[in-house]
């Protein structure tokens, strides 16, 4: 069990996803874009949607919420930021590392952490589905800032067209594709 000195450290480590905001948004020139922790909120409501048996919802919920833990500590690195995946990869294990550790070797600490290493290593059913609500989540944010702000902002489609696997997502997909025709 953490010791409730740790809990504390660990939360307000955490705390710093609502303070962040999202780099592509930012980069667009968003105002008012919405945060990391917003993103990672949408995400989990996402999974719960999730009408697959095969695949595990619970599992699928903790991920969307752990997904972006790193970013607390490393901030939101995008790949407009041109850092190699690997450096990115790096900064980000590291930062988990530390989080777990905030925690000590408890089992929330290991729940986050493997969570963590299974979404980034994207071979099982779950971790393939958290991706695809990833990038779904965020095409779905830029329909909403196109709407509301007037913009154009193509690159997020276009650096997501295709790669959607689970046939669930694909039709939320469409179904944005065909709003934003609109």
Not at 15 to 42: C, F, V
Not at 127 to 152: N, R, T
């Amino acid at each position: 069990m953490s010791s409730a000195s740790n809990v504390i450290d660990f939360l307000h480590t955490v705390e710093q996803l609502k303070r962040t905001k999202r780099t592509g948004w930012l980069n667009n020139k968003i105002p008012n874009p919405e945060s990391i922790a917003d993103h990672m909120y949408r995400l989990g409501i996402m999974a719960m949607l999730l009408d697959d048996p095969q695949i595990d919802k619970t599992k699928c919920i903790k991920m969307a919420l752990v997904h972006d833990l790193a970013e607390s500590l490393v901030g939101d690195i995008a790949p407009s930021d041109n850092v190699p995946k690997e450096v990115k990869y790096q900064l980000e294990a590291q930062g988990m590392q530390k989080l777990a550790d905030t925690l000590g070797n408890t089992p929330a600490a290991k729940e986050i952490h493997a969570l963590w290493i299974e979404y980034e290593n994207n071979e099982t059913e779950e971790s393939s589905f958290v991706h695809d609500l990833d990038k779904c989540e965020m095409i779905l944010q830029a329909l909403e800032y196109e709407k509301s702000d007037d913009k154009k902002l193509d690159e997020f489609y276009e650096c997501t067209r295709g790669i959607f696997k689970h046939p669930q997502v694909q039709s939320w997909v469409e179904e944005i594709y065909k709003r934003r025709s609109h």
